[in-house]
């Protein structure tokens, strides 16, 4: 069975929203975050302690990732699904007689927002200086999108008729929207870093003043 959904840095809504599928006895057996896939199989061993937990770390060296996936499995959680680069990680509760939860405490909790917070904020001060120079370039102009006519390069354009009109219109059309839209897509992307840091920095305040209400 496969499952589509996107997920914007709340780990507990994805835990419940996957978790809810594990109640009606099935196991996550892969995931893709980026496109938001999902794939569960039915869980033939009926077990219910198949519960799924996720937390987020990168890791520079293959051997530090395998280090940490082997104390995981260790402590009864199988890894499912993420990589020493990608961040997010996913684990399956193997045993019944182990707590529910992959955190030893709240602050444990917490952390882990401020480091998901890190990482989007890094990537949003990472393309800043691109941003900067797509509109000292005239590559990005929120001008443009009020005044759509100037993206169109063809003279004389406006005063043709009829079928001349329409044959220049739709060629120019394509390289008219890449002019006017591509820096505005790139714009929306680098804000959209910043949205998930803050987000994720409300998540970790959040998790703080449940541990020190």
Same mark, same amino acid.
């Given at each position: 069975?496969? +499952?589509?959904? &996107?997920?914007?840095?709340?780990?507990?809504?994805?835990?419940?929203?996957?978790?809810?599928?594990?109640?009606?006895?099935?196991?996550?057996? +892969?995931?893709?975050?980026?496109?938001?896939? #999902? !794939?569960?199989?039915?869980?033939? &061993?009926?077990?219910?302690?198949?519960?799924?937990?996720?937390?987020?770390?990168?890791?520079?060296?293959?051997?530090?990732?395998?280090? #940490?996936?082997?104390?995981?499995?260790?402590?009864?959680?199988?890894?499912? %699904?993420?990589?020493?680069?990608?961040?997010?990680?996913?684990?399956?509760?193997?045993?019944?007689?182990?707590?529910?939860?992959?955190?030893?405490?709240?602050?444990?909790?917490?952390?882990?927002?401020?480091?998901?917070?890190?990482?989007?904020?890094?990537? /949003?001060?990472?393309?800043?200086?691109?941003?900067?120079?797509?509109?000292?370039?005239?590559?990005?102009?929120?001008?443009?999108? /009020?005044?759509? +006519?100037?993206? #169109? =390069?063809?003279?004389? &354009?406006?005063?043709?008729?009829?079928?001349?009109?329409?044959?220049?219109?739709?060629?120019?059309?394509?390289?008219?929207?890449?002019?006017?839209?591509?820096?505005?897509?790139? /714009?929306?992307?680098?804000?959209? =870093? %910043?949205?998930?840091?803050?987000?994720?920095? /409300?998540?970790?305040?959040?998790?703080?003043?449940? !541990?020190?209400?």
């Amino acid at each position: 069975m496969v +499952k589509h959904k &996107l997920f914007v840095v709340d780990i507990k809504k994805e835990e419940a929203w996957i978790n809810q599928y594990v109640k009606q006895g099935y196991r996550l057996v +892969k995931v893709k975050t980026m496109t938001g896939y #999902y !794939q569960f199989e039915q869980d033939t &061993l009926k077990s219910k302690s198949h519960k799924v937990k996720i937390d987020f770390r990168t890791f520079r060296k293959i051997e530090d990732f395998n280090d #940490y996936i082997a104390m995981f499995e260790d402590s009864g959680w199988k890894h499912i %699904a993420g990589t020493k680069s990608n961040g997010i990680q996913y684990f399956e509760r193997t045993d019944n007689n182990i707590s529910e939860d992959i955190f030893s405490d709240e602050a444990s909790k917490a952390e882990l927002y401020k480091r998901i917070a890190n990482m989007w904020f890094g990537l /949003f001060v990472a393309y800043i200086p691109i941003l900067v120079a797509l509109g000292m370039t005239g590559t990005l102009k929120i001008y443009n999108l /009020f005044h759509l +006519k100037e993206l #169109y =390069y063809t003279p004389g &354009l406006w005063d043709r008729t009829g079928i001349d009109f329409w044959k220049a219109f739709w060629f120019e059309t394509p390289f008219a929207l890449g002019r006017g839209f591509f820096g505005l897509l790139f /714009f929306i992307i680098v804000l959209s =870093y %910043a949205y998930c840091a803050l987000k994720a920095l /409300f998540w970790y305040y959040k998790e703080k003043q449940v !541990q020190f209400p």
